[in-house]
C-alpha cells in the first residue's frame, strides 16, 4: 500500500510532463490541478483513488465544480480534468504509486447546468426591428437578418 498522496503524485507528474508540453499547456494542467483536482483528490492516498471515487469527482464537477461554488464546470472542462487525471495514474503506475488500472469513465448526458437566456418580448423585437428599419445601412442591416 502507498502512503503517498494523490497530491504528491500530481506534482510529481507535472515535474516530469512539464518538460513535454508547452508553457501554455503546463499553466493549463497547474490551474486545472490546483483548481479542481487536488482540492477534492489531493489528501487521499494513491490506493484511494479508484474508479469510483473518480466517477464521484466527475458528478460532482458536472453538478457543482465551479471554484466559486456558483455553478457547474462545462463537460469540455471536465473532459480535460479527466485527461489529466488519466494521465497521473498512469504516470502513477509506471512509477510503482499505485497499479495500473483501466478506467472507464462515463459522463452523463446533459443536464441541469443550463445558464439561463433572456430572449427579447415579440414587443421588443419589433421596436428593434423597427429602429434598425427606420436607419437601414450596411452596418445595421446584418442586425436583421
Known amino acids: ?8 503524485l500530481a506534482n510529481e507528474w507535472m515535474q516530469h510532463h512539464k518538460k513535454f508540453v508547452k508553457e501554455s499547456t503546463c499553466s493549463t494542467y497547474a490551474a ?3 483548481n479542481h483536482i487536488l482540492p477534492l483528490l489531493g489528501e487521499h492516498t ?3 483513488i479508484t ?3 473518480l466517477q464521484n469527482s466527475i458528478l460532482q464537477w458536472l453538478d457543482n465544480g465551479r471554484k466559486d461554488g456558483t455553478g ?16 497521473c495514474i498512469k504516470y502513477g503506475a509506471k512509477n510503482g504509486y499505485l497499479p ?6 462515463a459522463f452523463p448526458s ?22 434598425v428599419s427606420n436607419s437601414l445601412s450596411n452596418k445595421t442591416g446584418g442586425i436583421l437578418i
Do not use: N, W
Open 1 to 8: 500500500m502507498s502512503k503517498t498522496t494523490f497530491k504528491e
Open 32 to 34: 486545472h490541478l490546483e
Open 46 to 48: 494513491c490506493d484511494e
Open 51 to 53: 474508479a469510483e471515487c
Open 72 to 87: 457547474c464546470l462545462a463537460e469540455k472542462t471536465v473532459k480535460d480534468i479527466v485527461v489529466i487525471l488519466k494521465a
Open 100 to 105: 495500473y488500472r483501466d478506467i472507464d469513465l
Open 110 to 131: 446533459k443536464k441541469g447546468c443550463h445558464k439561463k437566456i433572456s430572449i427579447f418580448s415579440v414587443r421588443e423585437q419589433k421596436l428593434i426591428t423597427s429602429a
